[in-house]
């Protein structure tokens, strides 16, 4: 197991820096951070044990305290995290809030590298937990050995060769209690199912590795493949949406596979083309993909965009006649009398029935607005509703504003409060510039 890390370190080239190691005190992290400090000082490696605390646990405390002296013994830092006491107890949960935890131990400590764990045993449960959930070509890659900041230096290393390492060094490590509960999916393959496997061949964990590591070559390949596609229809971080349904189908999904490796959960076949889709029906338009993000048509372009709503405070303060800028508009408002023929709400211009000081600026919390032709008053928010205007477009629209009261959404549509009931009134419009 020695040389397997050795080979591991030399062939990422890590030496010479701070190595956080994620542990937890199990029997996979306790081996790793044992053989890593018989490797330290030959690769100049500071080493960091970062044991995160969900406190969901009775043993949490012993655990703790184990894996603090535990650091001690091999002369490596150790640095704890907590979960906060009001978070969600699941599976997704307690994994955000580890890897949270480990990236910002990765700033504190000013590293790129952690160290994970994860063994053979991991890799071959991923992917048939994957296989059962649904999954594509890339999917059956499982686990990779490298990606971003993270390392898994034993990945090649069986849950038998670590226990057997662990017995003959005589190292004590802490058993995890939630690793036998399988309400969790992961614990039922690993429990019941994996000893079903056994029976039909005791080999079973090697050859479903090997079936790993051809998946592996396969993707390279069709990453290869794509290159020249990929060049062809990517603009900066965008996909040229012409360019993209000129393609054969084949290529379309493999660029949006790779378009949207890190950002979508359940990158199966069926998801894929429902997406590749969307893409061909729409031109302006953005559907969700995740929690965080949207994959937006528009343009001309495919996209992703962050879906946190996000109030733009920016403004620009009219307090008289004249000519304003804000953002990508040119606004006008002059005095005039007897208007003739009146605009749609929808046109560039309107004439109105308002008092300065006004603004102009994107919604904010609290704003209110009482749409043409309707009496009273309502949340800004309900009037999107109502009109069923999409997320996206509702940050984009631009206000003119007499303080939380909307007198005209741009484009959209006037107040009932501001429309013509004299002879002098006045005309704003707008005309958008580069």
């Not at 053989?35 to 969901?56: D, P, R, T």
């Not at 614990?187 to 590591?213: A, D, G, M, T, V």
């Not at 302006?284 to 995740?290: A, G, P, Q, V």
């Not at 996000?310 to 004249?322: H, L, R, Y």
Request: hydrophobic share 35%; charged share 30%; glycine share 4%.
């Amino acid at each position: 197991m020695l040389r397997t890390l050795e080979d591991f370190l030399v062939k990422f080239s890590i030496k010479n820096k701070n190595i956080i190691i994620a542990f937890s005190g199990g029997p996979d992290s306790v081996a790793l951070a044992y053989l890593m400090s018989n490797l330290s000082a030959k690769y100049n490696l500071h080493l960091i044990l970062c044991y995160f605390n969900h406190g969901w646990r009775k043993e949490a405390l012993n655990e703790e305290i184990f894996t603090e002296n535990f650091a001690k013994n091999i002369n490596a830092e150790f640095y704890i995290g907590r979960a906060p006491k009001n978070c969600k107890k699941n599976e997704e949960t307690a994994r955000n809030l580890r890897y949270d935890f480990l990236k910002k131990s990765a700033e504190k400590f000013n590293t790129d590298v952690v160290l994970l764990a994860h063994n053979k045993n991991d890799n071959v449960e991923t992917l048939v937990y994957r296989l059962i959930k649904g999954t594509a070509l890339s999917g059956l890659t499982s686990i990779p050995p490298h990606r971003d900041i993270y390392y898994r230096p034993l990945l090649n290393v069986s849950k038998e060769d670590i226990l057997e390492f662990i017995k003959e060094k005589k190292l004590k490590y802490m058993v995890d209690s939630s690793n036998d509960d399988t309400v969790h999916f992961r614990n039922l393959i690993r429990k019941e199912i994996f000893p079903l496997f056994s029976k039909i061949n005791p080999n079973y964990l090697n050859n479903i590795s090997f079936l790993i590591e051809n998946a592996v070559l396969s993707r390279k390949i069709i990453d290869f493949a794509i290159q020249d596609k990929l060049k062809t229809v990517m603009a900066g971080d965008k996909i040229n949406r012409e360019k993209y349904l000129a393609l054969e189908t084949e290529y379309r999904y493999e660029i949006l596979n790779c378009f949207l490796f890190d950002k979508l959960k359940n990158r199966d076949r069926k998801t894929i083309l429902k997406l590749d889709n969307f893409i061909f029906k729409k031109t302006n338009s953005k559907t969700s993909i995740n929690s965080d993000c949207f994959l937006a048509v528009n343009g001309g372009y495919v996209y992703l965009t962050e879906k946190k709503q996000v109030f733009d405070n920016a403004s620009v303060a009219i307090n008289n006649e004249g000519e304003y800028y804000f953002k990508n508009i040119k606004f006008s408002i002059k005095k005039i009398k007897n208007p003739n023929t009146f605009p749609q709400s929808t046109d560039k211009k309107c004439f109105l029935n308002i008092d300065f000081p006004l603004e102009l600026r994107c919604r904010r919390n609290g704003d209110l607005f009482s749409p043409l032709g309707l009496k009273g008053k309502m949340k800004l928010k309900d009037y999107f509703i109502n009109e069923k205007i999409p997320q996206f477009k509702k940050d984009e629209l631009i206000m003119l504003a007499h303080g939380n009261d909307i007198c005209w959404i741009l484009g959209n549509r006037l107040s009932e409060n501001c429309k013509v009931r004299a002879s002098e009134c006045y005309l704003a419009e707008y005309e958008e510039i580069n």
